[in-house]
C-alpha cells in the first residue's frame, strides 16, 4: 500500500467541515509580521484556511491528493484571501510567507526528500515569520510500516529543524489513542510552534 491508497476519501468525508487546530489560533496570534501571508502544506479540506483567510490572511494552500483540492476549490470559491494548489510536499514551489502550517500532514513526506523540503519551508518563511505543524515520532504505530511513507523523527532530530528559530511550543503526545476514522493506535507526535530567527 502506498499513501495514495490509504484511506484518505472517507478521512476527507470524516473530517469535511471540523474545526482548525486551536494551536493555529496561537500561531497566527503570535505572527507580527505584515502583511500576513501563509502557506497550508497538506491542507485536507480546508479547516485552518478557513480560519487563516477568515482573520484576513491571504493563504497560500497545497494538498497532493485530488480530492482535497476540489473540496478546498469548492468551499473557496471566489474567495481571493486562498489560492489552492494540487502539489506535493516535494514539488510545491512555496511562495514567501510569514506563517506556515503544516497539521498532521509532514508525516507523510517521502522521507529521502525531507531535508530537502524542509530546507525549502525554512527558507520561505520570512525572519520573525511563525511555523506551526506536527512530526511524528518514533514510538507511533505507524513508524516502520512499510506499507506506508512517512518521515519518522527522534526528538533530536525535530530540535535539530528549529536550530534558527525560537521554540515558543513544544508538545511531546506519547499515549494510545483513537484515528479520525475511528481506530485504535500509539500516537508519538511532536508540535511544534516556533518563531524563525535568521536564514
Ligand atoms: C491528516 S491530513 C491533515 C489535513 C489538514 N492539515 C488538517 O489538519 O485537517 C494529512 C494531509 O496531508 C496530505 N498529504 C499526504 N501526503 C502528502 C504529500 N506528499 N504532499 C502534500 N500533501 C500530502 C493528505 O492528502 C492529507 O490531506
Known sequence: MTNRE???????????????????????????EH????????????????????RGYQVHAFDAHDKAVQ???ERFL????VNISEATFENYTYPSANLVIANSSLFFCEP???????????????????FCGDFMGDKDSWAGDPTRTQTVMTSDRVAMLFSQFDI?????????GMT????????????????????
Request: charged content about 15%; overall charge positive.
Open 112 to 130: 529521502t526528500a525531507f531535508d530537502a523540503v524542509w530546507n525549502r519551508i525554512a527558507t520561505a518563511l520570512a525572519i520573525g515569520g511563525i
Open 71 to 73: 473540496a478546498c476549490t
Open 35 to 54: 502583511p500576513h501571508v501563509a502557506i497550508d502544506c497538506g491542507c485536507g479540506t480546508g479547516s485552518a484556511i478557513a480560519y487563516l483567510a477568515g
Open 6 to 32: 490509504l484511506p484518505w476519501e472517507a478521512y476527507f468525508r470524516r473530517v469535511m467541515f471540523q474545526p482548525h487546530c486551536p494551536l493555529i489560533e496561537l500561531a497566527a496570534s503570535l505572527n507580527t
Open 78 to 81: 471566489g474567495n481571493p484571501k
Open 168 to 176: 515558543l511550543k513544544w508538545v511531546e503526545r506519547d499515549e494510545l
Open 180 to 199: 479520525a476514522l475511528g481506530q485504535s493506535k500509539h500516537w508519538h507526535t511532536f508540535t511544534v510552534v516556533a518563531r524563525k530567527l535568521s536564514q
